[in-house]
Structure formats: C-alpha cells, structure tokens
C-alpha cells in the first residue's frame, strides 16, 4: 500500500512582489514500510512540502491543483483543521532540525510523554511503561529515572532521540523527519541515522527523509527523490539515482558533494548559475538555464519520463544522459 | 622575513567562569577550562584546520587567537610579538592583519548596513578614507565574484552563500595576513560550498593568506587544510599533514570521526568505530586519558595515567596506544 | 526555514518602505479610523489660533454658563471663557506634553539602556536599581511629592512623566543589547577594531530602537492622559492655561446645571487616547506581524 501519494501538486505563495510559484506538479510516492529520502538546496521547495503535507501552509500559501492521498482515502488538502489535528501527532508524526522544537522547555520528559497519549485509555501506570519502553528503544540509558528530567537536562543528541521517541511513540503510519541530523556532530549524526534505520524496521512506518546531506540519504533511504526549485526532477530507488543518475541537476548535484573526492581537488565543482526566480518561473523545463543539454525541446516543460523501474527524471533528454557519471 | 613562525601559540588556556557567587561558596568549582594547553604553530601560507565536536573548544581557540576571548594563560605570538603586550593601537593595527569569518554568514553582517556600507566598514574602522570608497567597494565585489548591483542590497536579501561571499570580501578588504575562519560553509548547500571553498583556495594562492579554519566538515578540511589538529575537551589529540591523518589516523578519536562520515554511496560497508556514550562534561574531566570514557581500545593505563604527547610520522598525537600505521583503523577495530 | 525565507523576502530596502506602511495602515479598519483622529488633533492643536475666534483665556462674565450655540460651538465655563477655544489650545498643551515627555523619555531610556546593557556589569546593576526604585514608586505619590517641592506646573507634569517613562523604554533597550553584544556581527565588528561607539550606534541602535518607537507611540495616550489627571487634581497645568484635565474639573464641579463643560474636557480625551492607541497597535501589527497573531 502507499502511505502518502502526492499527486500532481502545486503551491502558490501570494507575496507583495507577485504570486510565487513554490510547488509545481509535485508527484512522489512513500510506500508502506519505506524510508524515501528528499535532497535538495535552499529554495527546492521542501519545507513547503512538508508544511503542505501537514496543513501547515503559511497563510498566504494556497494549493492551485493536485492532492495528497494518505493511506490511499483521506486527500489532505480539502480535510478540515479537526481531522487534520486528529491525523498530525497520531498517525502521521514529525520530528524537525532542532528538537527543542518539540519540547516544552517546563515540563518533564514523562509528563510530555504521558500527554502525547491523551487519546489512549490506558492508565497513568501504564502510559509511563510505555514511555519507558519507547526511550529504552531510542537508548537512553536509564529510563525510568529520566522520565522525571527536564529537557535541558539532556544533551544535544539525547534530546533529538527522545523527540524521535515522542515522536514514535503513537506508532505513526508515516514519521516526517526534517533535517533531524543536520545540527548534531557527525558521530551523533550516524547515530541516530542508525537508530532510525533500527525503529522504523521495529515499528514498521514509512519515513519521509528531508536533508541535504547526500550521505546521510545514501545510508538511511531505499528510495529517493531529487527537488529543484519547486519541481521533483528525479525520483527512484537510491541505488539507481546514486549509481544512475539520469537528471542533469542530480549529476551535477552528486558530483558536488566533497565526500565523492578521495583526495585534494585544486578546483572543486560547482552548479554555474542561480536558482530561477519562482515570481517569473520559466517556461519550459526548470532547469534550463543552467544545462548543458539544453535544446528547443526545453522550451517545454517536459513530462516525467520513466527511465527503467520506478525510476523516473523530468528531463526531455533522459537518453543522452546515461552512462558515465557527470 | 623573520624565521618565526607567523602565529605561534603555546600552551593556552581559556577559562569560563559558571555559577554564581553561591556555588563559589559552597566550594564547587565555578571555572571551565574550554581550552585547556593547546600548542601549535601556523607558518605563512599555510591553512591550518581545527576540528572537534561541538564543545570541544575549536571556536574558543580561535577568538583567544583574535583577542575577543582573554586568554587565561600560555602565550600567543604573532609575526613574532606577544598579543598580551600589545596596547590598544597595537590592537587596532593588529586587527587589520588577522581578519575573522564567523559561523552564520547572514548573521554575522549587520542587518540594518546595505553590503556598501558593510564593505565599506573596515576602511572607516581603520581611517583609510585616501582611498576612494566606491572603488574599492567594487574591486571587493568583483573579487568575491557579485555583481556590482549587489551593493544596494540588504542581508537579508541576500542568500547564504551570496551573504558568505560578503562576509570573505569583508575579511579580505584590508589585505590580511591570516584569515581565522569559524565553519566557513556550514548552512551552505553543497554546491555553495564548493564555490567558498574555490573563492577562499584562490584568495589564499593569490595573497599568500594564512588561514586557521574551524569546522566540523572533515570533507571541508581535505580540501583546504595543508595541516589539521583534532580536538577533545579543549585538548589537541592529534596534530599533523591532513592528507597523511586521512591516510592513517592514528589517535582512535581522529578514526572515529573519520569513519563517522556518511558517505553518498548506498552500497558502501560502514566499519564504524562506534563511539559510546556524550562527551564527558568539563566540570568532570575523565582521569587519565580524557578520552578513555568513550575509547574502544581502553586499557588499564588509559584511566590512571596521562598520555605524554609524542611525535610519529609528521603528526604529534597524545595516547597510550596509537593505531598502527600501515593498517586502516577500521581493520586494527576488526581484529580486536 | 530557507523556502519561507524567500517567501517573505521583503521586495525592497526598510526604510525606503514609507509608501506600503502608510498603505498598509489605511487598511485596517482601525488603523486608518486612528490615523484620522490624530490627524485631526494634531491639525487642531497647531492651528488652534486661528480656528477659535476667542482667546482661550478670555473671561467674559456676562457669558457664563452659556450652552452650545453658534457664538460659542461648544459653550462657555464658570468665567465665560469659550470652551472650543480652550478644547484647541487644550489639545495643544496635551500634545506639546506627550510628544515632549515621549521624546525626552526615548532620549533617557535608550542611552541608559545602551550603557546598561553594554557597559560594565556593576553599572548595569547599578541601572537596574535605579529603575526598580523608580517604578515601584506609584506615578501619583512621585507627582504630589515633585509638586510640592516645585508647585504645580507644565515643567513638573514632564518631569514626572519622563522619569516615570525612562526605566521601562531603559530595560527593554538594555535586554536587547545584552542579546546582540554577542551576536556575531557585533562579534564581526569587534574583530575588525571597531570602537565602542561606532558598534553602539551603527550595529545595535538600530536594531533596538524599532520596537521601543512602537511602544513610545503607544504610550502618547498614557502620557496624555497623566497629563489630564494631574491637572484635574490641579497638580499640572497652572491655570489659566486651558488644559482637557482642568476642563473636566471646571465642569466636575458643575455637572448638574452645565453638563456640557464636562463633555468638552472629556471627548477630546477619548478622542486621542483612542487615535493614538488605534494608530499604535496598527503601527505594531505591520511591522511585527507575530505579535498580532499570538494574540
């Protein structure tokens, strides 16, 4: 079954300087029991995404077409605020880049977890067991002690695993997770990639992945999709986008990353050019401006083009682009 | 050109009082030290890379380095001059010659100034109005690579990596001898980051800049750093040419946060040397070695008794029992 | 985050930007009802002169008491004198003050602030006493204690509002500059050799002074009503100057027969308590939307 299936998708933001266009027809796909990770650079389009997903549009934020299907019924763009509230939290769960996000600075760690499960009928007693349970599953040493603590009491690390618990801890069907790692070092960083990869195959929840740390999708995602300025250029297994990418933006953007150089470049890559302003979208193909394979054909915006599997690019030149990596 | 080193700091120590009067007097112990006797020199030219965890003192180091931060005690000499003797002009030329970057390239640009005013800042601190302020504005722009229209805009107009090119044309306006950069990329997409690094490579080749670079990004510092030195507690643990610690760590800390990096290949084995446990607090600084707490190779001696710091190969390091040379970490972890 | 970020860019530079402010004012409802009554009053006020066709303090005792009529718009007092004329230069003395108080009160709080908040620790401790002591003094006791000291008199009424004034503007200057004094571009310009002065008034002034302008608009109806209150207990304005407190008081005394001297001391009041407030809040809203919302 698909847990979330966004079809078609686009958002518009109404600013003083002109409408923007934020999200244009956005297609993915999160199957049950996947982890599908989203990369992309400043300005892609994944913060309104997931704030699209959740309800969370910014006031002057409207969706103009499309729909996002959650477990195949509900379209969460026509719910009302209540069973939206009734679906945030419970069945679809977040944990964000700074997990004080999550916390309430005055209130102990148990106490946040025994209210998470309002809706549950359980005991007090019983509501704390599982708070334990689910804090021991994220490896807090000592669990039943801490229940008691206060956020500040715990570290860095510690606290975005007990918002990854608090998270979890109504078994969520899909877990959105925005940049958890990005302000944490890099061993925690693994850490808690590791952790993830342990609780979602525990639990068996899909996972939509945000970051923009291209080695952090490779180890943690089976499947992966690639945004660029509002737009889903590329999706597919992570073995295929990573092995093959067919995209131009993705190439460019793989061969970018300072982890794929094994020693000292006197000249590193770059993507020449700037992201396009999304008040005046071009035309065609999103990309264009910035491609070497650009033709008359971009002038169009091209379909999304199956290359082999479930793996599709939004390139109209998706057959030159194969073979040796850019 | 002197045959002293262009920086040289020895045995520095940082101390951060916490707590109040009252734990003062309830006998606790009120100071931290964030750095705590670090020693290294910074020849001309030379790019040198500090890296750590956060809280393990890098940034501290670097603002003891620029005077922003006193340092408790050891010394700091630059082009051969004690900073503590110098008096206030002192300071002031002092500051044209090492220049700061700091972490948040919009937030370290003042939010009210427009990028002329920000650029032209360092003339009007150092009274050089001989030069004509606009040009020097777009000679400033054009190094950094933005376009001259760029001088009307505000920070928050601009991106992150527009705002850190700013924040390099700021640093190098008044040709600087060393540039201390803290997390120069960090927040930069990669693709931002490669120009930085670009940008900053060249300006050193070209000014024959020094640069000290603080960053957390091991990726960053192969491709800038001539020398590194990995920190813990406020302590070098390692020291040496970047290329030969990437080759073969050999204090088990540098390992791990070798191996602790992702890396953009899905079928690629981690062998990672996990590392147990949070960073020991300053307050409770483990004995002995101070990172037995979390070592995987750990022995009796490693909590008793403090490792001397001894040289091998081109690299200083402080443990009792250094990974070998020949073998990759991860392999000695294999077979212990 | 990022997205959001290029969402809300604002299209060009702040200041520049007094066309969309005054077009958003005009907006709301409230807002542009605000900016219409202070406009009135502060149009009255200065030209209040040539407006009334009476001096203010002219006494005609063959007229007391008189009603509203066309002679006189708005009626005359005890002594005769025209009360529309007295309502203008009234609102003229009111303003004078308010505006006056607020602006010698922002002067005051901002230096203190800035020093309080950049300077030593034993100052800003020192500061801090001060404006404890100073506020949890009540306005009225601080009033009657000056006027007996000085007497009753428009200087008196502006000395008392700006100390009262000056801790509150002070503390909230002094919060914001101990936030930006490590922030790092004030570290940036530090490191770059920038003197004290140059980062007080080029990198944290401007940055702190937005909100305390706000709530400075904020408290011109405060200010204008203190003023009132004294005066009505004959503790401000010395008559014969008109004042909109001593007004009421004239008319307190005779509500009974002349309900009208009331009714002119009193509506100009409201009137600009709730031009300002109305042209304060909108003022709030545009240039910090959060606040609006959380509440």
Redesign the interface.
């Given at each position: 079954m698909t847990i979330l299936d966004v079809k078609d998708l686009s958002v518009d933001?109404v600013?003083?300087?002109g409408t923007?266009q934020?999200l244009r027809k956005v297609n993915l796909a999160v199957p049950a029991n996947r982890i599908v990770g989203v990369v992309g650079?400043?300005?892609?389009?994944?913060?309104?995404l997931i704030n699209t997903v959740l309800g969370l549009l910014?006031e002057?934020?409207a969706v103009t077409s499309g729909e996002i299907l959650f477990e195949g019924q509900s379209d969460l763009v026509h719910l009302d605020a209540n069973g939206m509230r009734a679906l945030r939290g419970q069945k679809i769960a977040t944990v964000f880049q700074d997990p004080m996000g999550a916390l309430n600075p005055v209130l102990s760690v148990g106490r946040q977890m025994r209210d998470i499960q309002y809706r549950s009928a359980l005991s007090r007693k019983e509501k704390d067991a599982r708070s334990i349970e689910m804090l021991r599953k994220v490896r807090i040493?000592d669990p039943e002690r801490r229940l008691a603590q206060f956020p500040h009491e715990f570290?860095?690390?510690?606290k975005q695993r007990i918002a990854i618990a608090m998270a979890l801890l109504m078994q969520p069907s899909l877990l959105i997770a925005d940049e958890p790692t990005t302000a944490l070092?890099?061993?925690?960083?693994?850490?808690i990639?590791e952790l993830l990869k342990d609780l979602q195959q525990q639990i068996g929840c899909s996972v939509l992945f945000i970051s923009?740390?291209?080695?952090?999708?490779?180890?943690l995602c089976d499947d992966m999709i690639v945004m660029y300025a509002g737009e889903v250029v590329e999706h597919g297994s992570?073995?295929d986008i990573?092995?093959n990418a067919r995209h131009p933006y993705t190439k460019?953007?793989?061969a970018?990353?300072?982890?794929?150089?094994s020693?000292?470049?006197?000249?590193?890559?770059?993507?020449p050019g700037t992201l396009p302003d999304?008040r005046d979208r071009p035309k065609g193909c999103i990309f264009q401006a910035r491609c070497e394979f650009t033709d008359e054909a971009c002038a169009e915006m091209p379909p999304d083009i199956p290359v082999g599997g479930a793996h599709v690019t939004r390139c109209w030149h998706a057959g030159k682009t194969t073979g040796a990596r850019a | 050109m002197t045959t002293e080193p262009l920086l040289a700091v020895s045995n520095l120590r940082v101390r951060f009082r916490i707590g109040g009067v009252i734990s003062a007097l309830a006998g606790r112990l009120t100071e931290i030290e964030a750095v705590a006797g670090v020693g290294f020199t910074l020849e001309r030219g030379q790019t040198l890379a500090l890296v750590g965890e956060s809280g393990s003192g890098k940034t501290t180091l670097a603002r003891a380095v620029n005077g922003l931060q006193p340092a408790a005690s050891g010394s700091i000499r630059f082009e051969g001059r004690e900073l503590g003797n110098f008096s206030n002009a002192g300071w002031k030329s002092l500051r044209r010659k090492i220049s700061m970057m700091f972490q948040d390239p919009v937030g370290s640009l003042s939010p009210r100034l427009s990028v002329r005013s920000l650029l032209a800042e360092p003339f009007a601190i150092h009274g050089l109005s001989g030069r004509s302020l606009n040009a020097e504005v777009e000679r400033l722009l054009a190094l950094v690579g933005l376009p001259r229209d760029f001088a009307d805009r505000y920070p928050h107009q601009l991106s992150g990596g527009q705002a850190r090119r700013v924040g390099v044309a700021r640093a190098v306006a008044l040709d600087p001898v060393l540039i201390i950069a803290d997390e120069p990329t960090a927040g930069l997409d990669v693709s931002i980051q490669g120009e930085v690094l670009n940008l900053l490579n060249s300006l050193r080749d070209r000014m024959g800049l020094s640069m000290l670079i603080i960053t957390h990004n091991l990726h960053v510092v192969r491709q800038i750093a001539d020398r590194m030195a990995v920190m813990y507690l406020g302590r070098f643990v390692e020291e040496g040419e970047t290329e030969a610690i990437f080759q073969a760590p050999r204090h088990p800390y540098t390992a791990a946060l070798l191996s602790a990096n992702p890396e953009p290949d899905p079928d690629k084995v981690h062998n990672r040397i996990a590392l147990p446990a949070d960073v020991p607090s300053l307050l409770d600084r483990p004995s002995g070695c101070e990172f037995h707490t979390r070592c995987p190779f750990a022995q009796d001696i490693c909590a008793g008794q403090v490792p001397a710091s001894s040289a091998l190969g081109t690299s200083r390091l402080t443990c009792h029992f250094p990974l070998d040379a020949g073998t990759r970490a991860v392999k000695t972890i294999a077979t212990t | 985050m990022s997205d959001q970020a290029l969402v809300n860019q604002p299209p060009r530079r702040r200041f520049a930007a007094i066309g969309p402010i005054f077009r958003r004012i005009v907006r709301e409802p409230l807002g542009a009802f605000g900016l219409i009554l202070v406009v009135i009053v502060v149009f009255s006020a200065l030209f209040a002169d040539v407006i009334a066709s009476y001096p203010p303090t002219k006494l005609s005792p063959a007229e007391r008491f008189a009603p509203a009529s066309f002679q006189h718009l708005l009626g005359t007092d005890h002594l005769g004198r025209d009360l529309f004329s007295r309502v203008l230069h009234g609102g003229r003395i009111a303003l004078a003050i308010a505006l006056g108080a607020t602006g010698l009160s922002l002067a005051g709080g901002i230096l203190l602030g800035l020093i309080a908040g950049y300077g030593p620790r034993w100052l800003d401790n020192l500061l801090l006493l001060l404006f404890d002591a100073i506020k949890s003094f009540p306005t009225v006791m601080l009033a009657l204690a000056l006027v007996t000291l000085t007497g009753p008199s428009l200087l008196a009424v502006l000395a008392v509002v700006v100390l009262v004034n000056v801790p509150g503007y002070a503390r909230i200057i002094r919060t914001q500059t101990l936030v930006l004094k490590s922030a790092e571009h004030v570290m940036a310009a530090r490191s770059m050799g920038a003197g004290t002065a140059r980062i007080l008034a080029v990198h944290i002034l401007p940055n702190v002074i937005g909100p305390i302008l706000i709530l400075a608009s904020m408290d011109i109806p405060v200010v204008v009503a203190i003023e009132a209150g004294l005066s009505f207990l004959g503790l401000g304005v010395r008559p014969p100057l008109p004042s909109w407190g001593a007004i009421l008081n004239d008319g307190f005394v005779n509500i009974r027969d002349s309900y009208w001297i009331v009714v002119a001391g009193g509506v100009p009041i409201i009137l600009t308590t709730l031009g300002f407030t109305f042209l304060g809040e909108t003022l709030r809203d545009v240039f910090d939307p959060r606040l609006k919302r959380r509440q």
């Open positions: 933001f600013t003083e300087t923007l934020a650079e400043s300005g892609c389009g994944k913060s309104t910014a002057n934020g040493p570290s860095g690390g510690m070092d890099a061993t925690l960083e693994v850490a990639i923009h740390h291209l080695g952090v999708i490779a180890e992570t073995r990573f092995h460019k953007l793989l970018c990353d300072p982890a794929r150089l020693r000292r470049e006197p000249q590193l890559p770059t993507i999304l | - | -």
